[in-house]
């Protein structure tokens, strides 16, 4: 069944921000939500994640409403990585990534210290569990943040569902090495059977590490198709309203693109 997003549409401050978005992701399925800035791309994760309710239209999970699911439920079935995260307190590292692990049952402190070990280590940064969260460059407070959603999320099926991680802007201040450790780990997730929603600035890293290609213009979903496929046409450069330049660079597998800089600066 996946993920349904059906008409969804989305009201904020008197006004439509997200029209009539339909869409089916079914699971080992790794979606880039693309756009401009304002586009309606974290409205849609969050509509998606439940935690905006739509003004119409409905988003399920495996069948469920997710507005509806009782907090606890959704909280196994799907972990969210927000654009901003802010802390208020002087945490440390350790403790903003337990707190992924406060819906997981039956786990000694034992197990619980070695779940958030692995996820340290999985977002490269082993050794960071006594340093205050506060302290940390943005790219390493952007990791610690995606290792509490990896220890909140686990294994990407469970009883046979596909599980949904949903991550917005997650490379955003990331150094480049970081950016594809940390797709890595997304793909590795759909791979494993389970389903990602990424919202990517970077059309690059969306067009090589995902299936599908969701491109979000003022609150219409414009395209939604194979990154090839998208790629061909005229699509991307009038959504972004900057002349692109598409190629296929030796033993890639798939197309890079890039702003046509010699027609575009004066
Ligand atoms: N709570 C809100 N009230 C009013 N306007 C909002 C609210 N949330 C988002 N918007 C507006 O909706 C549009 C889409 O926002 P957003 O989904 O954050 O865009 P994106 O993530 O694509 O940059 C923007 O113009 C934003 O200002
Ligand atoms: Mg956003």
Known sequence: MGLEIDDVGVVAGGRAILHKVTARIGAGTMVAVIGPNGAGKS????????????ALGRVRLHGDDVSTLAPADLATQRAVLPQATSIAFPFTVFEIVGLGLRQRAGMDAAARRQEVQRALAAV?????????????????????????????????????????LILDEPTSSLDVRHQIAVLSIARRF??????????????????????????????????????????????????????????????????AVLPDLPRILP
């Open 190 to 255: 759909a791979d494993g059977g389970g389903i990602v929603v990424a919202v990517l600035h970077d059309l690059n890293l969306a067009v090589s590490f995902s299936d599908r290609l969701m491109v979000l213009q003022r609150g219409r979903l414009v395209a939604d198709g194979a990154p090839e496929e998208l790629l061909e046409g005229p699509m991307l450069a009038e959504t972004f309203g900057t002349g692109m330049v598409i190629m296929k660079p030796p033993g890639w597998a798939r197309p």
């Open 43 to 54: 409205t849609l994760v969050k509509a998606i994640s439940g935690e905006r309710r739509p």
């Open 124 to 164: 490269d940064l082993e050794g960071f569990g006594e340093r205050l969260y506060q302290r940390l460059s943005g790219g390493e407070q952007q990791r610690v943040q995606l290792a509490r959603v990896l220890c909140q999320i686990g294994k990407p099926v469970k009883d046979g569902r596909a599980k949904l």
